[in-house]
């Protein structure tokens, strides 16, 4: 039995919640998202809260209950307040500049790297060392925060490079003379 699958999802005010044979369309002031679902889930609305069921249990449908309501938990979670992932620039020279819809990367180069913005996500640059990326779908901030940092993963032996906020970077004895 899933324990993730088990938990109803709370629907909080102000967004609207509508449900069809195979999709849910959650409403929000900022747009409407879609979040198609297998046939093997039963999904029902009662009470302000989302419950998912499976129609039998087996193999297939215990593997993606539980994956199912997490996915819709954090499709309704963003509508109420974004994701936010923090990325800091540690190296002489590297920083980042935002111009429009395009964030500009001096990471060590001889060119510096442009990254196009996708829609949903907004990118802050509070200082020239600090990266701010924040939407309603947390799995694009996740992969627009994963593109921008493998253009230089931090190396263990300074920690230069493209960090997560709170990620900590394993560190490496040098040469011995």
Same mark, same amino acid.
């Given at each position: 039995m899933?324990r993730?699958?088990?938990?109803?999802?709370?629907i909080?005010?102000?967004?609207?919640?509508?449900l069809?044979e195979t999709n849910?369309?959650?409403?929000?002031n900022?747009?409407?998202?879609?979040?198609?679902? +297998?046939?093997? %889930?039963?999904? $029902?609305? #009662?009470? /302000? *809260?989302? &419950?998912?069921?499976?129609?039998?249990?087996n193999k297939k449908t215990?593997?993606?209950?539980?994956?199912?309501?997490?996915?819709?938990? +954090?499709?309704? %979670?963003?509508? $109420?307040? #974004?994701? /936010? *992932?923090? &990325?800091?620039?540690?190296g002489?020279?590297?920083?980042?500049?935002?111009?429009g819809?395009?964030?500009?990367?001096?990471a060590?180069? +001889?060119?510096?790297?442009?990254?196009?913005?996708?829609?949903?996500?907004?990118?802050?640059?509070?200082?020239?060392?600090?990266?701010?990326?924040?939407?309603?779908?947390?799995?694009?901030?996740?992969?627009?925060a994963?593109?921008?940092?493998?253009?230089?993963?931090?190396?263990?032996?300074?920690?230069?490079?493209?960090?997560?906020?709170?990620?900590?970077?394993?560190?490496?004895?040098?040469?011995?003379?």
């Amino acid at each position: 039995m899933s324990r993730t699958g088990n938990t109803p999802i709370e629907i909080p005010d102000g967004i609207d919640v509508t449900l069809s044979e195979t999709n849910i369309t959650v409403k929000d002031n900022s747009g409407e998202k879609q979040f198609k679902f +297998s046939k093997d %889930l039963i999904i $029902s609305i #009662e009470n /302000k *809260k989302i &419950l998912i069921k499976p129609k039998e249990l087996n193999k297939k449908t215990k593997m993606i209950w539980g994956t199912t309501r997490s996915l819709l938990n +954090s499709i309704i %979670l963003g509508c $109420s307040n #974004e994701f /936010k *992932k923090t &990325l800091k620039l540690v190296g002489t020279g590297y920083k980042a500049v935002l111009q429009g819809k395009i964030l500009k990367i001096s990471a060590g180069y +001889s060119h510096d790297i442009d990254y196009q913005v996708p829609e949903e996500i907004n990118i802050k640059c509070q200082d020239p060392n600090t990266i701010e990326i924040s939407g309603a779908n947390k799995a694009q901030v996740g992969q627009v925060a994963a593109d921008i940092r493998s253009y230089r993963k931090p190396e263990p032996y300074k920690g230069k490079g493209i960090k997560y906020e709170n990620e900590y970077i394993f560190r490496k004895e040098g040469k011995k003379k």
